[in-house]
């Protein structure tokens, strides 16, 4: 695509579709817009045209929440529409809502749950229980999501056959289940070329589903319909209790239990599970569940669990995303060795849709200082089978930091070169996933000057990117750059430059609708103990907004806790007349602040001992909040090797919880997999960084 320049784009008026027009020279060209890829050549005269260089792609939707359509569907207060109505279901203690003939259009823009993001996930699960005995006069709709022309993805009913419908083709599955008048659970998961229906968690089939994969199926302008659907005649006439989508395409597996035998044998005490703490969440209390309803589903919104009926009691389940609210952190445990190209000084973790998760290291040596050195690489790795593989080897040059960005359906992967030559300055590089090959590949370079730290941020539908310069030639004064990206040349173009000393990490964040970047000044060339600063952001430049003294600076953390604002600085060296004899240098307070909302200014809330600390890196578990700082010299004496995490508890704040006698480590970050959660951090001192896995208490 980078030798096309996108100028002409046909019919705006309409949501973006399969094709738009590119014009290369004097031809013009479809472009496939899901894949970049030229699929014919078109005549001129073919079309009206309309003249706009901008093609707005939105972004997947990647950390969409378990949701109930039902419930986004119905008004909160005030009426229900029209043929609808709340009943009561006597024989299985269900409340549900009763659709009947003549049922009013119950609908809601999908923007309304799309709201960050413009594509329908590419995995996920769609849940529903219904109640329904009646013979089917016509096709009846359970769900239909759709804009103008086109379905995106459907569910509906026949006396014969449950149809879904992905991208406007139709899978058909026999109706075996709603014939007899009572509760069943129906649960659809699509993943690859895979769609499949579980009945009551008893029965799973599995059927091809016909898709480019990823499909980056556009649902931001489209009307999500329940029950009514497109026209009175295919309305539902039955009880619905809940309509449940899933990120993920594993709910039906985590949420039913196994297997149980069918000839077991049942009497009046009822099997209690340890396990079985999900009435005394607070939210709406559970109905029973009976014998008659084995294996039905229901999901509680307060609690963000799947819960399932198993002889004739509520299990809770926990899911992805929504799980563990009441899990803790207990202890990690060794997990992975992974073998690096050279010390690893950074670790950033992202997924593409279709491939997975991978992580990537910034890596440095292995280059002595001569004239002929080779260009170091540093490693991108796959999560499969539970580890992470090797999968591609980028060349960098003393790479310091990673980000990854999406920008439309394009996905993007920057390295913060600190390069070995100050005086000259040094290519720091933006790689571009190539999806047809799978790999990455090199898409611009940007001079930079000693970088350490590259940040990526959006803005409605610009995108942006800020390095940190850290030193030119011989000083530490050098601008650090904003770029923006130039939509017509798909390249970063320079924004506004601000002049920086040592810096050294940038993090950007917003409060409410104020944007910040926060840069970590590491030193001055005679000391440690310099300002750091925060900008906001005014129009389309960023200004001061405040300054804070810190030591040897080199990153910032921001995270939210309730309704509280924090940013904590990892204070890395003493260094200077404030420590003229050099004792301990890595020795250093590092701050938290928590912002002052009325007075408008981050203050100074609590101040932690660290060890040569470079990162902070806030998780959560269940509600808990943690922090984690990495310790990455261990000073001199052996007796710091701790990697420290300290939790989140109200009035006493932040307190340790936890020490742990690893590696040197100089970045953390945190994962998780279905249940299991993992953290990764990279050594900066040598070729080992690890995975260690959570056990939860
Ligand atoms: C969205 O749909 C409405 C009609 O439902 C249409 O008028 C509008 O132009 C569409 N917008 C886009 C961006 O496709
Ligand atoms: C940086 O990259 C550009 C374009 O790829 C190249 O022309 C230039 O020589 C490179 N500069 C350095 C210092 O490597
Ligand atoms: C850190 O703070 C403590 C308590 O305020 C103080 O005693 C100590 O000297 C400080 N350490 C450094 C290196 O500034
Ligand atoms: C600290 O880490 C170093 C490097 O991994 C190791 O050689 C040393 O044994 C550790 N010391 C302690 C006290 O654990
Ligand atoms: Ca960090």
Redesign the pocket.
């Known amino acids: 695509m980078s030798d096309i320049s996108v100028v002409v784009l046909v019919d705006t ?4 579709r399969e094709t738009i027009l590119c014009k290369r020279e004097h031809r013009i060209m479809y472009v496939d817009l899901r894949s970049w890829v030229m699929v014919q050549a078109a005549k001129v005269n073919d079309v009206v045209m309309e003249t706009s260089a901008t093609v707005r792609v939105p972004v997947p939707c990647t950390d969409l929440n378990p949701l109930n359509l039902l419930e986004e569907a119905m008004p909160r207060i005030g009426q229900l529409p029209d043929g609808v109505s709340v009943v009561y279901d006597a024989k299985s203690h269900a409340h549900a809502f009763q659709f009947m003939q003549g049922v009013a259009d119950v609908q809601f823009p999908a923007a309304q749950i799309f709201q960050r993001c413009g594509y329908f996930p590419e995995e996920f699960s769609i849940f529903f229980i219904l109640k329904h005995g009646r013979k089917y006069e016509n096709e009846e709709c359970i769900v239909n999501i759709r ?2 022309d086109r379905t995106s993805i459907s569910i509906s009913i026949t006396n014969s056959n449950i149809i879904f419908i992905y991208d406007s083709q139709p899978v058909k599955f026999r109706n075996y289940v709603f014939r007899d008048n009572n509760w069943h659970t129906v649960g659809f998961s699509v993943t690859g070329n895979t769609v499949s229906m579980t009945t009551d968690c008893l029965n799973i089939r599995r059927k091809r589903l016909k898709r480019q994969f990823p499909s980056f199926l556009m649902v931001s ?1 489209s ?1 999500i319909h329940i029950a009514s659907c497109r026209s009175r005649k295919s309305a539902l006439k039955g009880m619905l209790k809940d309509l449940l989508l899933i990120p993920g395409a594993d709910a039906a597996t985590k949420a039913c239990p196994p297997r149980v035998p069918r000839h077991i044998h049942h009497d009046n005490n009822l099997p209690m599970f340890p396990d079985f703490g999900g009435l005394d969440t607070p939210g709406p209390k559970w109905e029973d569940c009976t014998w008659m309803s084995v294996g039905n589903l229901a999901f509680d919104l307060y609690s963000q669990s799947l819960k399932v009926c198993i002889n004739g009691i509520w299990k809770q389940i926990s899911i992805r995303l929504a799980a563990q609210a009441k899990k803790k952190l207990d202890y990690l445990e060794a997990y992975q060795n992974i073998e690096t190209m050279g010390p690893s000084i950074d670790v950033e973790l992202f997924s593409i849709p279709g491939e997975g998760l991978f992580s990537v290291f910034a890596n440095s040596g292995g280059n002595s200082e001569t004239h002929h050195r080779k260009k170091s690489v540093s490693g991108l790795y796959q999560w499969a089978d539970k580890k992470f593989r090797l999968y591609q080897k980028l060349t960098t040059d003393e790479a310091q930091s990673w980000c990854s960005f999406w920008i439309g359906n394009q996905f993007y992967l920057a390295v913060a070169n600190y390069g070995l030559n100050p005086t000259h300055g040094t290519n720091s590089t933006i790689f571009r996933w190539h999806r047809r090959r799978k790999k990455f590949r090199v898409h611009q370079d940007i001079l930079t000057w000693t970088a350490r730290d590259f940040e990526y941020f959006q803005n409605d539908d610009d995108h942006f990117l800020v390095v940190a310069n850290h030193a030119k030639g011989s000083t530490q004064e050098v601008d650090s750059i904003i770029y923006k990206w130039n939509k017509r040349e798909k390249k970063f173009k320079e924004h506004q430059a601000i002049p920086t000393v040592g810096a050294y990490d940038w993090t950007y964040f917003t409060v409410d609708s104020y944007q910040f970047l926060a840069v970590a000044q590491a030193f001055n060339g005679l000391s440690t103990m310099i300002d750091s600063r925060i900008f906001l952001r005014q129009g389309d430049q960023f200004i001061q907004f405040q300054t804070m003294e810190t030591n040897g600076a080199t990153d910032w953390e921001f995270f939210k806790i309730g309704q509280e604002y924090f940013l904590v600085v990892a204070n890395a060296y003493n260094y200077g007349p404030q420590n003229f004899k050099s004792i301990n240098t890595y020795r250093t307070n590092s701050t938290i602040y928590k912002l002052n909302i009325q007075k408008k200014v981050f203050e100074r809330f609590q101040s932690i001992a660290t060890d040569s600390a470079i990162d902070w890196e806030h998780f959560t578990v269940g509600d808990n909040n943690y922090i984690i700082v990495s310790n990455a010299q261990n000073g001199d004496d052996e007796e710091n090797n701790n990697s420290l995490i300290y939790r989140w508890q109200g009035m006493d704040k932040f307190v340790l919880v936890h020490k742990m006698a690893i590696l040197p480590s100089a970045d953390w970050e945190v994962f998780q997999d279905g249940d299991d959660m993992y953290m990764i951090y990279a050594n900066p001192k040598g070729k080992i960084s690890q995975v260690l896995k959570v056990k939860y208490a």
């Open positions: 008026r309409g949501p973006p804009d103008i302008n009307t």
